[in-house]
Each structure stands twice: as structure tokens, then as C-alpha cells.
């Protein structure tokens, strides 16, 4: 449990059935690593609020610390990616571990007459809260025991369900962003604590000239603006090049080197890893969808098979793409799996 009312309203949910409950409030991040104390922090009140809740259902609960595992399976190696300019998404390995909560997600169970059913992963009925590009990285044997209370209910019912019962994090607000860093800190302010400064020049792609330098190329997000002193057209992020430590930049948010039409993915991790889709190697491909940021709509894409990863042609092209991200596909509502994307481009 996390301390927020989705949780709350999960457990009571459970609780309402014939199930050995036990609850289990996860500590991934040291606070005292930044501050040198843990007094007033929000992790203290969540997990005030987790008692509180585990209360009044009569369910037994703990806190586990699990912050040094974090910090080395998590934390280290999204590190390591922004220092190369790359883009990672940590929330989505961190549900490998098991370590996020997502519960707006649903799942079936699909199988063959001479087979066992497999359990698919599916968006939520709220899809404005559906979480599976998250969980888009779990393994099939745990997605087998994962139960999803609320992925059938929209967010408003679920707070209606809160306040009706009662429950201390009703009217509690939600937690957004990367948990490590949460939602008053400037990322790149966080990052600066442990990232040491690596300046490199900024260039207009237009003309191959230096008009700026960067203090580290983790402080550029491709397709985003970057503020630079005496343009009086705004520029926006085209490329990184970790070789040469550059950030290239192109006027204006509409220029064609923004835009990319094909996707290669690295190390795609199907979560019925011995079942792809079939026509993977066929010239026509595999028609799906897909999604390499958690608030998007997914877009059409028809994937191949390439080399030991995959390659994504875009129905549209699209903007901020990058090295690092999470690419998740879809059939539709069903979730499939997750890769990292290695190279994106413009194919003529």
C-alpha cells in the first residue's frame, strides 16, 4: 500500500472478499541521502495514512525498507542512461521488481481447448488512468497471481467509494512524476546533485554552427524547447550525440528533423515471452500500436523483426522520441510487452 486512495480502496475491496490479506508499505527512497534528516517527509504521513487505513479493516501491516535495492537496481542505472543523454522511464522497471503500485490496469485469461490459459494484461476501463504502460514489463508469472480491484471503475467512482466509506485518504491528492524525485523539485536541479557538469557545445543543425554551450546532455529532452540566450526564434532539441557530447537544436517546434517515422527497440520483452504475435518475420509485418510515453494516446505502428530487436514503422510521424524511452505495444487493449528504444529516425 502507498498511503493514497487508490490503495485504500483496493484494500477494502480485498478485504470484502475471502482472502488472507496482509499489507506491505514499500520505503524505496532515502530522503536522509539529500537532507541528512527524515523529519516531516512525505514518506512518514503515507505510511501514518497506510496504519491508519489497515485499521479500520482489521488487516496487518509492515513497512519494509527496500531503499538500497532501489538505489542499485533502479536509481544507479536510470542514472547512468541521463548522463548519456539518454531518456529512461525508472517506473517501469521498477514494476519488474515489484516496487510500483499500479492498479488501473485489468486482466483475462486467454487460452487454447489442448492448453492451460495465459493471463493478458489489459488497459483499464479508465483509459485516462490506465496504467499499463507501467506494467508493461511484468513477467508473466507474476502477472498470473496480480489482482486488479479498480481496473474496471473510473477514478471519480473510486473517490466516491472513499468518501462513502469513510476512508482518512479520500480526499488526499495523487502523486505524480518519478517517485524518487517528486513534484516540487526542477528534475534537472535534481539531477545536479549527482551528475557532475559535462560542457558541450549546442548547434543549430540548420548550419552546423556552435550557438551555445550545455552544461551535460541530460538537461536536454529531444523535442522539448532549449532555452538559449540571443535567439529570437526559439529552438528545439532535434539530436544528442554522446560521441561528440553535442545537442542539436533546429527553429521553430514544427521543423521536419523533430519528426520520426520509425522506431528501433532493443531487447523487446514480450510478457508471453515464448509466444510473440505471429508475422513477425513476414515483409507485411505485425499491425499494433504503441506507446513510449505513459500520457499519450497510443499510435498505430506495424512492427518487424530486427536482429534480436524490433523495428516499429509509425503509421503518423511523430515528435519527442529518444534513445532510453520505453516503447510498450498493443493489440488493441491488450498489452504484449516493452523495450528500450535504441534509435529513432525519419525514413524516407
Known amino acids: 500500500m502507498s498511503g493514497g486512495v487508490d490503495s485504500s480502496v483496493a484494500a477494502r475491496l ?54 538500497r535495492q532501489y538505489w542499485t537496481q533502479v536509481f544507479e542505472p536510470s542514472l547512468n542512461s541521463w548522463e548519456a543523454g539518454s531518456t529512461p522511464n525508472p517506473d517501469v522497471w521498477c514494476n519488474r521488481q515489484g516496487r510500483k503500485q499500479s492498479h488501473y490496469a485489468r486482466k483475462d485469461w486467454h487460452g487454447c481447448i489442448d492448453a492451460f490459459p495465459r493471463p493478458r494484461l489489459l488497459r483499464a476501463r479508465d483509459l485516462s488512468k490506465d496504467q499499463t504502460y507501467y506494467l508493461s514489463s511484468i ?22 467509494l472513499a468518501l462513502k466509506w469513510g476512508l482518512p485518504t479520500a480526499v488526499k491528492d495523487e502523486s505524480m512524476g518519478i517517485c524518487f524525485v517528486g513534484e516540487k523539485r526542477k528534475f534537472n536541479d535534481f539531477l545536479s546533485h549527482y551528475i557532475p557538469p559535462n560542457p558541450g557545445p549546442i548547434i543549430d543543425m540548420t548550419n552546423s554552427r556552435q550557438i551555445a554551450t550545455h552544461q551535460g546532455l541530460w538537461n536536454y529532452t529531444i523535442g522539448q524547447g532549449a532555452k538559449i540566450r540571443g535567439c529570437r526564434t526559439r529552438m528545439f532539441v532535434a539530436k544528442k550525440d554522446l560521441k561528440t557530447n553535442a545537442v542539436f537544436v533546429v527553429p521553430g517546434s514544427y521543423h521536419p528533423a523533430l519528426h520520426v517515422n520509425t522506431i528501433h527497440v532493443s531487447n523487446f520483452e514480450w510478457i508471453w515471452t515464448d509466444s510473440p504475435p505471429e508475422g513477425l518475420q513476414q515483409s507485411s509485418g505485425v499491425a499494433a500500436q504503441v506507446k ?9 505502428c506495424v512492427v518487424h523483426r ?14 519527442g522520441i529518444a534513445p532510453g524511452q520505453v516503447a510498450t505495444l498493443y493489440l488493441q487493449d491488450w498489452c504484449l510487452g516493452c523495450g528500450v528504444i535504441d534509435e529513432p529516425e525519419f525514413k524516407g
Open 292 to 300: 513510449y510515453r505513459h500520457c499519450m494516446e497510443s499510435e498505430g
Open 14 to 67: 480485498l478485504a470484502e472478499k475471502d482472502y488472507d490479506l496482509s499489507a506491505v508499505f514499500m520505503r524505496n527512497w532515502d530522503t536522509r541521502d539529500e537532507s541528512g534528516t527524515d523529519v516531516g517527509c512525505q514518506w512518514e504521513k503515507d505510511w501514518e495514512d497506510v496504519q491508519r487505513v489497515c485499521r479500520m479493516f482489521g488487516i496487518p501491516y509492515k513497512m519494509v525498507d527496500l531503499h
Open 306 to 319: 530486427d536482429g534480436d530487436g524490433l523495428r516499429l514503422t509509425l503509421d503518423v510521424p511523430q515528435k
Open 139 to 160: 513477467p508473466e508469472s507474476s502477472l498470473t497471481r496480480a489482482l486488479f480491484p479498480l481496473g474496471e471503475m473510473q477514478k471519480k467512482d473510486v473517490r466516491n
